[in-house]
């Protein structure tokens, strides 16, 4: 099985910054996309960022020039830069994967979730 497991979370002032690293382990043997989600309670969880294995980029208008997501393919991590944070960032913010995993019967495709963090930015 593959976890995924996140760091950084937290409350900051508005204007400041946090950082949210994620870290998978288990059996892996590549991961393709990964990508940072955020979810308000009885909402959808929606786009934040997400970083191909090539290093290429997409991320929602609202964090445009204030998120920076990046990948340490080594480490199998993905990270995001916030700065300029908003009260409007608060929300609970989960990191995925997308990757090929073994299994005893072979491997296969499949999308895993981390726990969770939450961002609270708040005066």
């Known amino acids: 099985q593959v976890q995924l497991v996140e760091s950084g979370g937290g409350l900051v002032q508005p204007g400041g910054s946090l950082r949210l690293s994620c870290a998978a382990s288990?059996?892996?043997?590549?991961?393709?996309?990964m990508g940072w989600f955020r979810q308000t309670p009885g909402k959808q969880r929606g786009l934040v960022a997400t970083?191909?294995?090539?290093?290429?980029?997409n991320y929602a208008d609202s964090v445009k020039g204030r998120f920076t997501i990046s990948r340490d393919n080594a480490k199998n991590t993905v990270y995001l830069q916030m700065n300029s944070l908003k009260p409007e960032d608060t929300d609970v913010y989960y990191c995925?994967?997308?990757?090929?995993?073994?299994?005893?019967?072979?491997?296969?495709?499949?999308?895993?979730w981390g726990q969770g963090s939450q961002v609270t930015v708040s005066s």
């Open positions: 995925n994967a997308d990757a090929d995993v073994t299994a005893a019967w072979g491997s296969y495709r499949t999308g895993f």
């Open positions: 970083i191909t294995s090539g290093g290429v980029t």
């Open positions: 288990g059996s892996i043997i590549s991961i393709h996309d």
